[in-house]
């Protein structure tokens, strides 16, 4: 392909894309530039492997440190695993182009984006998205696009487009848009307690402003003369279809209407129903029969013909009678259970939630400065997370045996939106100075577990003693769309969101959305049906809420006996390197003598840590005597450390250390020093002030008994 660039004035601010000149060999390469960000973006089709029944679609999202001028550390001095904004920012990207490819593709499609160039001012994730459909249509794969994504930031009253990192730190609300001439198929969003109204009209604000990058899109294939692709879906077996809806239609209505059943019940009926009306009558035919050679033939026909007869009943059922599986009307929410304190108190904090068969174990835990996750590196410096929120999936939660491995791309994300949705409520760092860590463990899943552990992680937190500002419940929504007919459903559960077409979480607090997180199964959603969505959730959101509440009604006052106890002080930060002492000398000396935890920042607070809240204080004493300023007529309980001729030295505050003059020790002259004071005694002195070398005087004389007594309190 030739050369091709393309310059977009967009919001105030040029996207520029570049084609034929990078990646030649891939099925459809673009360079999508804004400021000094670019980022390369490639899709590539591979004809499909024989047996696959779903899309083998592959999205990789890669940041390189040459894009800001650094070489990696490390011995190999190269990047290595990759970071978990890159497996979060390969999600944002594969959610919204994942369902515009025909549901019958079965070719290997990947997608992969490379942070060629990184500037201060544009992040690269949304680039990244619109950029992948701009691959997608120059790859000429099938694909019902284009798509364009942007992102939306409030700093102050006003909306903005594709904000810098400083304008979304600064704002109230960090919402990522993705659509299609269809309507809206991805929303991503942080929010500080906003309001739905807001939140509607920055989706809508948003999708106007991809419209016009959709637009731009069909432009360029234009211009190059390509179209968007199309090809004719498989054939169905339309006599087998039948065959089945025949024999099992009225027998998996029968199940569906049987709202008492759970999950692992309804599914059980199901198997039945296909081994003994479907499966057991086409073993009895002949075997000349066109519909046992097409199953033989066909492994999957069965599974596949009966699943989507089920899918089309379900929905059916939804759209017509107004009537879920299990009985509940479209905005219900099934039965919550929430309880706290479930496990010892060795457990800083736990909040177990249950909604229907979904069930999350939270489990909360207070740590010191050190503790926070250090996330800057060469690209992206000095970012520190102080709030941790890790999610996991264990396979025994469907039923399952499959072998333990590390926390996937899914879980990653489950994790960073329930993360999302608490940072808006939890405690400034000078109010509560802990390091926090929330740790997800779903034991159960039917739908939802993302927002169950919101609700849990809520529920931990306040168990916890942690003052959050507000507590935060979460809802999941879905849809069936049939034609023009419309259903959104509250709190769905696993087969409404498998069967369904939206996946939509809303999290927040009584007063408004800390988080949303939309994905869509169809082409795009109009933003009516977006907004009746969002205000559907809230009852649902406010009554789980109300749940919640009933367990634990605020934070407790106390915090977990075997948490950290914490104490914060300020030195000066040029006194730092005294604190630390040679090699870390004195602070190690400290933390062994105190049974503490210590933590000096660069700022010069002092952070300490112990379980035993006295070992704590000894600890703040220490470093406060250490660091304190000595004035003229301040008196203090000292040790004599050396004798001379002329005098005593004596340490009257650790690596403190004055003399006192012989005619200083006592009233009348003095023969020897050794005839009033010996090495070890500790005697109660009062400075006198400081020689012209910035030394230390002290003396023994003029000292009243109430000021010896206190000295001798204070040093206790």
């Known amino acids: 392909m030739q050369e091709f660039d393309k310059s977009i004035s967009f919001d105030g601010r040029d996207i520029r894309l570049k084609v034929g000149l990078l990646a030649p060999q891939a099925g459809g390469s673009v360079l999508i530039q804004s400021g000094d960000t670019a980022v390369l973006v490639t899709a590539t089709r591979a004809k499909g492997r024989e047996g696959i029944d779903f899309l083998p679609l592959i999205v990789d999202y890669e940041e390189k440190l040459y894009a800001v001028g650094r070489i990696p550390g490390g011995f190999l001095r190269r990047e290595g695993r990759p970071p978990e904004r890159a497996t979060l920012t390969s999600r944002l990207i594969d959610r919204p182009i994942r369902p515009l490819f ?66 979304v730190e600064k704002g109230d609300l960090d ?39 959709i637009a731009e899109q069909r432009n360029l294939i234009k211009e190059l003369g390509i179209e968007i692709a199309t090809a004719e879906p498989p054939e169905v077996n339309e006599a087998l279809q039948n065959f089945i809806s025949e024999r099992a239609s009225d027998d998996i209505k029968k199940v569906l209407a049987q709202y008492n059943l759970d999950k692992t019940g309804r599914d059980t009926l199901l198997d039945e129903i296909k081994a003994t009306k479907v499966e057991n ?35 059916s059922q939804i759209i017509e009678e107004g009537i879920r599986v299990d009985g509940r009307k479209l905005d219900q929410v099934r039965p919550i259970s929430c309880r706290t304190g479930v496990l010892p108190q060795r457990v800083h904090g736990c909040g177990l939630f249950k909604r229907g068969l979904t069930q999350v174990l939270s489990i909360a835990t207070l740590g010191t400065s050190g503790d926070a996750q250090d996330l800057g590196d060469d690209l992206h410096p000095g970012s520190e997370k102080r709030y941790l929120h890790h999610y996991n999936f264990p396979p025994f939660s469907v039923g399952e045996t499959k072998p333990l491995r590390s926390p996937g791309r899914r879980e990653i994300g489950h994790g960073a939106l329930a993360e999302r949705s608490l940072i808006p409520v939890l405690p400034a760092q000078e109010e509560f100075p802990y390091v926090l860590r929330v740790v ?29 500002t507000k507590p935060v419940s979460g809802a999941a929504m879905g849809l069936i769309k049939e034609g023009d007919e419309v259903r959104i459903l509250t709190d769905i559960q696993g087969i409404e969101d498998f069967l369904g077409d939206m996946d939509f979480k809303v999290a927040g607090t009584d007063s408004g959305i800390t988080a949303l997180q939309m994905d869509m199964k169809i082409t795009g959603l109009s933003m009516d049906t977006v907004a009746k969505a969002i205000h559907q959730a809230k009852p649902a959101r406010i009554h789980i809420l109300e749940e919640m509440l009933k367990a634990i009604p605020e934070p407790r006052a106390e915090l977990s006996p075997y948490a950290p106890r914490l104490l914060t002080m300020k030195i000066d930060p040029d006194l730092i390197g005294m604190v630390i002492g040679p090699s870390g000398k004195t602070i190690r000396a400290i933390v062994e003598q105190t049974d503490t935890k210590i933590d000096i920042e660069d700022d010069g607070t002092v952070i300490i840590a112990a379980v035993e809240a006295h070992n704590a204080e000894k600890a703040r004493k220490l470093i406060f005597n250490m660091t304190r300023k000595l004035n003229e007529g301040d008196v203090y309980l000292g040790k004599v450390t050396r004798i001379i001729d002329i005098g005593a030295f004596v340490e009257v505050l650790p690596g403190k250390e004055g003399m006192i003059h012989i005619s200083q020790l006592a009233e009348g002259r003095v023969g020897k020093v050794e005839d009033e004071v010996a090495v070890a005694d500790e005697i109660v002195v009062k400075v006198r002030g400081f020689d012209n070398k910035g030394r230390l005087n002290l003396t023994r ?8 007594a206190a000295a001798r309190a204070a040093a206790v």
Not at 182 to 202: K, T, Y
Not at 440 to 461: I, K, P, Q, R, W
Not at 701 to 708: C, K, M, T
């Open 175 to 213: 919402l990522v848009v993705a659509g299609t001439p269809d309507g809206v198929v991805m929303v991503e969003a942080g929010a500080n307690q906003l309001p739905e109204e807001d939140i509607i009209e920055a989706i809508d604000f948003g999708y106007e402003a991809v419209q016009e990058l």
């Open 440 to 468: 997800s463990e779903v034991l159960s899943s039917n739908g939802s577990t993302s927002m169950g552990s919101v609700c849990g992680s809520t529920l931990a937190l306040m168990d916890a003693g942690v003052p959050i």
């Open 281 to 315: 009558a086409i073993a009895l035919l002949p075997e000349e029969d066109p519909l046992k050679i097409a199953t033989t033939e066909e492994s999957k026909a069965i599974p596949t013909l009966f699943k989507s007869l089920t899918k089309k009943l379900m929905r």
């Open 701 to 708: 004389l003029g000292i009243h008994p109430d000021e010896a």
């Open 102 to 167: 025909p549901s019958w593709l079965r070719d290997d499609i990947q997608i992969v984006a490379t942070t060629m160039s990184l500037d201060e001012e544009v992040p690269p994730d949304v680039l990244a998205v619109t950029g992948a459909s701009v691959a997608v249509l120059l790859a000429e794969i099938p694909f019902y696009g284009p798509m364009a994504a942007v992102r939306v930031g409030l700093v102050g009253d006003d909306f903005i487009i594709n904000p810098t990192y400083k304008e």
